[in-house]
């Protein structure tokens, strides 16, 4: 487990296997503030493109961890805190990665700003794109992503299509459905069409599985994302669920460190994270396996998601 600032992993992934991550946004800095979020609210909301963190520092963290470190590993990953292309060294940043080794460079996007020429040039050299879609209309888009006032949803259309005429590696286009907000039919015969115009290679419908920061984010059920699966045609898939704890990267020493500190005081996920010096999207994994096994459980305090060791778990501990 690497515990380096702003390099992450390798955590089992549901779509990328073995993926090390590489946070190049300050946390929470983001053009959305998505409903269903699995680190919480949008602390600070911008379309601003700045070098948040440094080319150097990411290059330096990372040449770091690979002499080092001989974990397997599928991808490296731009993703992290928030939008990573909202760094405006992103492009240098794949770049250097791409000199410095034959791993694969994902980049996990929201999408929102391949409107803009330069993103869309910065990202040519990545090996795959996994940008999302959740809406095809503008009112809905504002319901589930809650996005930056600059943004409009055909624009960040517009950007997908001119994307995908000119990039010539992988692009897997993820439809994030959360119940009675954006899976009403209307709205996914809209995003079905304009996902396939859009031409990805993969279309993968997922939903709510870990915990959202807002309780109203609940899940699409089993049987409704099936027949929602066929609306879309040959290239979807639903991403399975992970099975965490059967992979190597599970470490259940982590786990149960997170009991421990759990045992003592509920925590957020940012308390976890600073007091165990692991980082937030690792702890959120852990977190999801836990919960999964009722060994942990939510609570809402002053609206800020708390995680407490469930009674059976403490009684055994």
């Known amino acids: 487990m690497n515990i380096q600032n702003h390099i992450f ?4 992934s549901r779509r990328l296997g073995f993926s090390l991550g590489l946070d190049i ?9 998505c409903v269903y979020c699995q680190l919480g609210q949008t602390t600070n909301k911008t379309i601003q493109r700045r070098e948040y963190v440094s080319k150097q520092l990411i290059i ?22 928030g939008e990573p292309t909202l760094n405006s060294k992103i492009g ?9 080794t034959d791993i694969p460079v994902a980049v996990l996007t929201n999408g929102s700003l391949l409107f803009k020429k330069e993103v869309r040039d910065e990202l040519r050299n990545a090996d ?5 879609l959740n809406a095809v209309t503008q009112d809905t888009f504002e319901r589930v992503n809650r996005p930056h006032h600059g943004l409009n949803i055909q624009d960040i259309i517009d950007g997908l299509k001119k994307f995908r005429k000119n990039f010539d590696n992988e692009i897997w286009l993820e439809v994030m459905l959360v119940k009675g907000i954006n899976d009403n039919m209307g709205e996914i015969e809209q995003m079905a069409g304009i996902s396939n115009e ?12 870990r915990p959202p920061c807002e309780s109203f984010a609940m899940p699409v059920d089993a049987n409704q994302m099936r027949k929602i699966c066929q609306m879309f045609g040959q290239k979807a898939e639903i991403i399975a669920p992970c099975a965490r704890k059967a992979m190597k990267a599970y470490e259940k020493d982590v786990a149960n460190k997170i009991l421990t500190l759990l045992k003592r005081r509920p925590c957020t996920i940012d308390g976890i994270s600073n007091v165990l010096g692991i980082h937030r999207n690792e702890v959120v994994k852990y977190l999801e396996v836990l919960e999964e096994d009722r060994r942990v459980a939510r609570r809402i305090h002053k609206n ?14």
């Open 9 to 12: 992993g390798p955590v089992p």
């Open 25 to 33: 946004v300050p946390y929470k800095t983001c053009s959305f503030d």
């Open 60 to 81: 330096r963290e990372l040449k770091s961890y690979l002499a080092r470190e001989h974990d397997e590993i599928d991808y490296i990953t731009f993703s992290g805190s």
């Open 92 to 100: 240098e940043m794949i770049q250097e990665v791409k000199r410095m």
């Open 128 to 132: 795959l794109i996994l940008p999302s």
């Open 198 to 209: 859009i031409n990805p290679d993969k279309i993968q419908l997922n939903t709510v599985v």
């Open 304 to 317: 800020q998601t708390y995680f407490v060791v469930n009674k059976d778990e403490m009684r055994s501990m």
